[in-house]
């Protein structure tokens, strides 16, 4: 089976005619007609009930015929992204939280536009439910986040890129700053301020995991770490944040090691469909240690 004898064919349903799908394919009627013939041959079944005056789908036509049309769809959609990569353009949307990619994505972003100068990468800062919903609904092509729990992954690939250790972040001048360490014990006396259950659940995950029964009180939730800086930073309480955060922060918080220390957050890149410039996209950050 080859591609024209699906093309002949979707143009034969659509038209219910042979000459009219040859008129638009610009062949001969013999042609369309024999490639309908093969096509029938091979997959053992009839396409189409004939009569004198037109042609008609048979149950296992309409569906092969969604089928075939899905088929080209995907090779129309393979070809323009060949194409777009071959010129160096194209359109890649890509989401990101903001404090697990500060130092992952600028990195990305000059190793991939460095390759391919003409095409544009628009980025989209959302949370984690966000991204994968995008991802899911193809308004997004790459998402750049913490990996998600296994049942939020599913149609979805992911590639981990690098790990980023877990401290407490506390305000300048919380007395718990004068040791090199707090233990979880201590943690759960203090108030919580934490990402929204909502948009984050892989945060919350984390803090069952971290604390188990003796989870501290949450006193804010917050959708955006600037504002849970700022919950943090005006003494408010305290956060489980990855180390790359004092990139943006600076002294605004201070972070203290915890002990025992936590596993590492693992970040990285997550997809659908992993072909043309997406492709290219990923081979970008493939190398990345953060």
């Not at 591609?3 to 002949?8: F, I, N, T, V």
């Not at 001969?28 to 091979?42: A, C, F, K, N, W």
């Not at 604390?211 to 408010?236: C, L, M, Q």
Request: net charge positive.
């Amino acid at each position: 089976m080859e591609l024209r004898h699906l093309r002949y064919f979707v143009a034969v349903a659509e038209q219910e005619n042979v000459s009219r799908a040859a008129l638009k394919l610009h062949v001969s009627q013999p042609g369309v007609s024999r490639q309908i013939h093969d096509l029938e041959e091979e997959l053992g079944f009839p396409l189409f009930e004939r009569s004198a005056k037109a042609l008609r789908l048979t149950n296992a036509g309409r569906k092969f015929l969604d089928e075939a049309r899905g088929v080209l769809q995907r090779v129309d959609e393979a070809v323009q992204n060949a194409r777009a990569v071959a010129a160096g353009s194209g359109e890649i949307h890509v989401g990101y939280a903001p404090s697990l990619t500060i130092r992952i994505l600028p990195r990305a972003l000059r190793a991939f536009q460095s390759k391919f100068p003409g095409a544009r990468v628009a980025l989209h800062d959302l949370s984690t439910e966000e991204m994968l919903a995008g991802l899911r609904a193809d308004t997004l092509q790459v998402a750049l986040m913490v990996r998600p729990p296994q049942r939020m992954l599913r149609g979805l690939q992911f590639r981990e890129i690098t790990r980023y250790p877990i401290f407490a972040a506390l305000p300048p001048k919380h007395p718990l700053l004068k040791s090199n360490s707090i233990t979880f014990e201590q943690l759960a006396k203090e108030p919580l301020i934490a990402y929204t259950r909502r948009d984050y659940p892989e945060y919350h995950d984390m803090l069952d995991d971290l604390f188990g029964r003796h989870k501290p009180r949450i006193a804010e939730e917050h959708d955006g770490v600037t504002s849970v800086i700022a919950a943090v930073e005006s003494g408010r309480g305290f956060a489980l944040l990855p180390e790359c955060v004092q990139c943006m922060a600076g002294p605004r918080i201070k972070l203290l090691a915890l002990d025992p220390a936590p596993p590492p957050v693992p970040v990285g890149a997550a997809w659908k469909n992993g072909e043309g410039i997406v492709k290219e996209f990923l081979e970008s950050v493939k190398s990345l240690d953060g």
